[in-house]
């Protein structure tokens, strides 16, 4: 791989406008080749002009206390400054300019400083937030170095600001005990068997803390509603080893952000300055000079490359991590605080491959069999598409999605949207798009057996009654989906099941819980599959009430199944509505107010059209159902354009934001488009369009579907701005609690 490309593949997506513009360096260094070569030809000139008369203005606006470094070679001559805002600056002279290129290389130059710049400052603006940092983690410590002291000798009677004597043989090994007392300060007095140490008046820091809330709950929030005016996000500091542990736990969680906050910083250090080293040999090999050393000495003096408080830190946080919250296993410290590398599995893509065409056979022979058998004239057709039909198309409502969201995932890692980070999945445990394709293909192989199974046993001719079994099938792959999501051993990629489990809880708990971008996006996913979650209500009629033994549908004359028909369908938009109130509430956003009225025209108007598909003799719903089917259109394709795209909010002059991650402006324009006619699919509910060949049932079907494929493709988009806005803000870390909130006033006092 050229080293371009494996530049930006191991770029942080969030800081890749602050790393150096290698490819836009590239691009000069060739229009020099191309100057030169132009030039050099027969009768081209060929000389090279004094420093002294081509850059005298330059050289005067140094200051005296400016400083150089002077090669051996003297081609370029670099100057360092310090600025107003007290950051170095540089600057490189070319001592000989030759008229080939002459002034593509002073553009190279100009540009190449600049870049330096931007990238040395921006190093050392993360290096002094990281310091930050660690100062606060230090006072952390301190706090829970106290707080386990005190739980581990619940029988004393000392108060905090006192000097006593605990039991230091009850916190562990000789080892652990030794670097407890060396962080603590604690002197042994005598012999180390009578287990007794003295405890200095460190132990004090415990009055001047509380525990901060980390963890939301229903309750909590109840609790907080009732006592508006006494809010608190902190807990009674309580001495009990669960609130040991839980502490240790979020601790434990802070320090391996900041470590790989660390890591990423010397990376991105290390991976400027190979890129520097790599441009300036191109230079020289493309100029004949030698300036790649002299521009590499004034590099190595920079703080971008001499600065040492990283590894200091990191050593500093995996001397700290270790003995604290591994138990002095440098092994199992190690192992939590560096990554894993996720490697791609070939049996992954085998097995997805293989079931890819397991569909692909299946669907072909479902058809087959269909035209051989004339089966759509046969005299059970109609009664099949109103009982089995619908429990099976919710199995290709949810292939379909999962198709789309793979789809979305393949674009994403394109595109370097960061969708890991913007989830906040744990890092390493994210699903690729081969493992969701493996998931889909897999459930819809399942899906078609099961179908074909049915088919086949209902046209046997010595069975005149639909056997159980048969009838059963789609309920069985349900309950199977379903005891995989629930499935408690480290399976079928437990750590994702686990995390939409509880994204799903929070979506159905709104407003109980505070909303985060996993939260609505997941309840907006829902918005979409308003026909599955019907289809779901029918399983449970079709087999609660025992329709399935002799395949009739009754539910439909069920005043209970019509009732809960409007309920399922208004769940999604009423839980969206319910999240942006609460962010409404939390965040003073007065968009949230607008947006949350956009899912309330929507349930309105699913309503309404509900009605009217029960009723279509009545003129009064289907007006109803007209004008605000058209209100919540217009209003829905308007807020996804602007808002969660960012496409026409504040556009340039092609209509669209100023960013694109995607070269081609005609997928923005294309995708609009689209949105606004698969938005439209509602106006077959209200016209009632009818073919002859396609029964209700497929055309509420292929509706459903074409909702699924807009939603697919508002994902991409409303990613791909989210990321945008955090590139914007160079935001590639998600704030992590700290578990201990020391008193302010007493900590500047201190």
């Known amino acids: 791989m050229k080293f371009g490309k494996d530049f930006v593949r191991q770029m942080i997506p969030e800081w890749q406008q602050a790393y150096l513009d290698y ?148 916190l562990g090994s000789k080892e652990q005990r030794k670097t407890l007392a060396d962080e603590m300060g604690i002197k042994v007095e005598g012999n180390e068997s009578n287990g007794e140490e003295s405890v200095p008046e460190v132990l004090s820091v415990l009055d001047r803390i509380k525990l901060n809330k980390t963890q939301e709950t229903p309750l909590s929030t109840i609790k907080t509603i009732k006592n508006v005016l006494k809010l ?55 100029a004949s000079r030698s300036g790649a050393k002299s521009y590499m000495e004034m590099v190595d003096k920079s703080y971008l490359t001499c600065s040492d408080e990283i590894n200091k830190l990191m050593l500093r946080v995996e001397s700290t991590f270790v003995e604290h919250f591994t138990g002095l296993n440098r092994s199992k410290g190690m192992s939590l605080l560096r990554p894993k590398v996720k490697k791609e599995k070939h049996r992954i893509t085998f097995s997805t491959g293989f079931f890819v065409g397991c569909t692909v056979s299946l669907v072909v022979a479902l058809v087959m069999f269909t035209h051989a058998r004339d089966l759509v004239g046969a005299v059970g057709h109609k009664l099949y598409m109103e009982t089995m039909f619908p429990l099976y198309s919710f199995f290709a409502f ?82 199977l989906v379903i005891a995989i999501f629930f499935c408690p051993f480290n399976i079928f990629y437990r750590s994702s099941r686990v995390f939409f489990l509880m994204v799903v809880f929070r979506c159905i708990a709104a407003p109980l819980y505070k909303v985060n971008l996993p939260d609505f996006f997941l309840a907006d996913q829902l918005t979409s599959q308003v026909q599955a979650l019907r289809s779901l209500e029918f399983y449970i009629c079709y087999y609660g009430w025992g329709d399935f033994s002799h395949r009739q549908n009754t539910c439909k004359s069920s005043e209970v199944y019509s ?53 279509r003799a009545g003129n009064i719903w289907k007006i109803a159902a007209w004008v605000f089917s058209a209100l919540a259109t217009f209003y829905g394709t308007y807020w996804d354009i602007v808002f969660d795209w960012g496409l026409l909010h504040n556009p340039s002059k092609y209509w669209l934001r100023e960013k694109l991650l995607v070269p081609h402006k005609a997928v923005y324009y294309v ?61 590639a870390f998600k704030s992590v609690p700290l578990p201990f909130n020391y008193d302010e006033e007493d900590d500047r006092d201190s």
Not at 251 to 263: A, D, E, P, T
Not at 421 to 449: D, N, Q, W
Not at 707 to 726: D, P, S
Request: aromatic letters at 14%; proline letters at 2%.
């Open 23 to 170: 490819a836009g360096l590239k691009t000069i260094l060739q229009e020099i080749k191309t100057s030169r070569k132009r030039l050099e030809r027969p009768g081209g000139l060929k000389r090279k002009l004094s420093a002294s008369r081509n850059f005298s203005s330059l050289t005067k606006r140094y200051s005296r206390n400016s400083s150089s470094w002077e090669p051996d070679v003297q081609d370029i001559l670099v100057y360092a400054t310090t600025g107003d805002d007290g950051f170095e600056r540089y600057e490189t002279t070319i001592l000989e300019v030759a008229e080939a290129g002459r002034e593509s290389e002073l553009v190279f130059f100009n540009a190449l400083d600049l870049e330096f710049d931007k990238v040395n400052h921006f190093y050392r603006s993360k290096v002094e937030e990281m310091v930050k940092e660690a100062v606060v983690l230090n006072k952390q410590m301190d706090a829970f170095i106290a707080f386990r002291i005190k739980v581990e000798r619940p029988s004393s009677s000392w108060t905090c600001s006192e000097t006593v004597s605990v039991d230091m043989n009850a």
């Open 563 to 615: 009732t809960f028909y409007f309920i399922v369908a208004v769940i999604p938009y009423w839980s969206r509505f319910l999240q942006c109130v609460r962010r409404l509430i939390e965040e003073k956003d007065s968009s949230q107010g607008y947006n949350a009225l956009k899912y309330l025209l929507t349930v309105v108007a699913v309503c309404l059209r509900t009605a009217y598909s029960f009723n």
């Open 232 to 286: 608190s996000n902190q807990d009674e500091l309580k001495f009990t080893r669960e609130n040991l542990k839980k502490i240790e736990a979020r601790l434990k969680n802070v320090f391996i952000v900041f470590y790989r906050k660390l890591r990423h910083l010397k990376n991105y250090s290390f991976l400027n300055t190979l890129a520097i080293s790599k441009i300036m040999k191109k230079y020289d090999k493309i």
């Open 398 to 479: 949810v292939v379909l999605h999962m198709i789309m969201y793979a789809s979305n995932i393949y674009f994403w890692k394109k595109y370097r949207v960061n969708y890991p980070f913007i989830f906040g999945f744990k890092e390493g445990t994210e699903l690729g798009y081969r493992h969701v394709l493996l998931l889909s293909f897999g459930l819809g192989t399942l899906a078609l057996c099961a179908v074909l199974i049915n088919l086949d046993m209902e046209m046997d001719p010595y069975t005149n009654d639909y056997k159980t079994i048969t009838e059963l099938l789609p309920l069985f792959i349900v309950a």
């Open 671 to 731: 995708a609009m488009v689209l949105n606004i006619v698969l938005r439209l699919a509602w106006l077959q509910t209200v016209l009632d369009f009818n073919f002859k060949f396609l029964h209700r049932e497929t055309m509420v079907a292929l509706l459903a579907a074409l909702e699924i494929i807009r939603r697919g493709i508002w994902n991409f988009f409303r990613l791909e701005n989210e990321h945008l806005n955090n590139v914007g803000k160079f935001r």
